[in-house]
C-alpha cells in the first residue's frame, strides 16, 4: 500500500515537470514562461547581442567640452538670475517697507511740528489781535476822560490785567510745567521726611511721570490720583495731617484777588 501512494507521488511530480520551480533563496519572484514564450524570448535576446568589443568611444574634443560647458554656465546663470531675482525683490520689499515707514515717519513728524508751530503762532496772534483791542479801548477811554466812566475804565483795566496774567501764566506752565510740578513736589516731601501714612496725590495725567525723577517710593506711600481737570504743573496734596492746594487755578487766584485789593486801596 506503501508503494502505492509513492508511485502515486512520483507520477504526480512527472505532472508538472514543465514547471519550474520557485528559488528559496531569492527574495524575487521568478515568472514562470511556457515553451512558446521562453522560445520568443530566446529569439529577441539573440537580435539584440552587440559586440562589445567593436564599440568604439571617442574622446570629446576641447570645443565639445566647451560648448557643454557654456550651456551648462547659461542654464544656471538663468536659473541663478531668476531666483536671485525673486529673493532680491522680497529683500528689498521687506528693506523698502522698513525704510518707506522710517522716512514717512520723519516727515510726518516734521510736517506735524510745522504744523502745530503755525496753529501756536495763529493762535497767539488772535490773543494779541484781541488784547489789542482792549488796549486801544482803554486808550480811547484815557484819551477822552470822563468821569463817569472812571469805574467803567478801572474795571476793563482789571480784567485785561487779569487775561494778561492768565495768558502769560498758562503759557509759561506749558513750557515749564514738569519742572515747575518737580521743584514743589521735592521741596514738600522733603519736608516731610519719613511720613508714615497714605497720601494722595492728585495731578494731570501728562505730568504723572514727574514722580519717577523723585524716587520717594521707598519712604512715602503714594495714592496717586489722574485728574484731568487740572492744569499740567498744577497738584493737589491731601493727607491725616496736612493739605496743600497747589493747582494753577488757585494761585491765579491768587494773584487776582491781590490786583484786585491793589486797585481798591488805590481808591
Known amino acids: ?47 539584440e547581442e552587440v559586440d562589445q568589443d567593436s564599440l568604439v568611444y571617442e574622446p570629446l574634443t576641447a570645443s565639445q567640452l566647451e560648448e557643454i560647458r557654456s550651456a551648462a554656465y547659461e542654464e544656471g546663470f538663468i536659473q ?21 515707514f522710517e522716512s514717512g515717519f520723519e516727515k510726518g513728524a516734521e510736517k506735524g511740528k510745522e504744523e502745530g508751530h503755525s496753529e501756536a503762532i495763529d493762535l497767539a496772534k488772535t490773543q494779541l489781535e484781541a488784547l489789542e483791542n482792549v488796549l486801544a479801548n482803554v486808550v480811547q477811554e484815557i484819551v477822552h476822560p470822563l468821569e463817569e466812566s472812571r469805574a467803567g475804565v478801572e474795571v476793563l483795566l482789571y480784567k485785561t490785567m487779569v487775561r494778561m496774567v492768565e495768558n502769560i501764566c498758562l503759557s509759561q506752565m506749558k513750557e515749564e510745567g514738569h519742572r515747575v510740578l518737580k521743584d514743589q513736589l521735592a521741596r514738600i516731601f522733603d519736608e516731610m521726611g519719613e511720613f508714615e501714612g497714605r497720601i494722595r496725590l ?56 491781590e490786583l484786585h485789593n491793589l486797585s481798591d486801596s488805590e481808591q
Open 1 to 47: 500500500m506503501s508503494d502505492k501512494k509513492k508511485d502515486d507521488s512520483e507520477r504526480k511530480l512527472t505532472a508538472y515537470e514543465r514547471w519550474e520551480l520557485p528559488h528559496l533563496e531569492s527574495n524575487q519572484e521568478k515568472k514562470a514562461f511556457s515553451p512558446g514564450i521562453l522560445v520568443q524570448k530566446e529569439e529577441t535576446v539573440t537580435m
Open 80 to 100: 541663478g538670475e531668476a531666483e536671485g531675482h525673486a529673493k532680491g525683490y522680497e529683500d528689498g520689499r521687506a528693506q523698502g517697507e522698513i525704510n518707506g
Open 202 to 257: 492728585k495731578l494731570h495725567p501728562d505730568t504723572v511721570d514727574v514722580l519717577e525723577s523723585l524716587d520717594v517710593d521707598d519712604r512715602l506711600v503714594l495714592q496717586v490720583e489722574p485728574d484731568a481737570s487740572l492744569i499740567e504743573g498744577g497738584f493737589v496734596l491731601d493727607c491725616k495731617s496736612f493739605h496743600v492746594d497747589g493747582r494753577v487755578e488757585q494761585r491765579l487766584e491768587s494773584v487776582c484777588n
